[in-house]
């Protein structure tokens, strides 16, 4: 599922970022607490659109840029997610697992051999 929150969240750290501008800078110029910021940012939390006007002030970015950005973003995820639901997925390749193991200087009585998990990849074809 595309979360539109972390989407924009990603766009804003970038923002911030492409600046040079740290989280308590921009959290002081838009009066938002650094803590909300943050999570907004890491898209845990929503951001409404007066705290988004605030926070694109403080980036000297607008709002119309910001969500062009989302929205691009959004577009290339929502291709990506049906690209992944229609690929067919091939069968699982197996790897070898080892077949013999030589011993020397040991009683067969006191060799214990444990088989290691089976290796499975999915490849998409």
Sequence with gaps: MILLRRLLGDVLR?????????????SS???VSLGYLSEVERGQKEASSELLSAICDALDVRMSELMREVSDELALA???????????VSAPVRRPMLNSVSVTGVPPERVTIKAPAEA???VAA
């Design 14 to 26: 970038r923002q911030r970022q492409r600046q040079g501008r740290t989280l308590r800078e921009v």
């Design 29 to 31: 110029s838009a009066r």
């Design 78 to 88: 929502e291709l990506a997610q049906s690209a992944a639901a229609t690929e067919p």
């Design 120 to 122: 499975v990849d999915v």
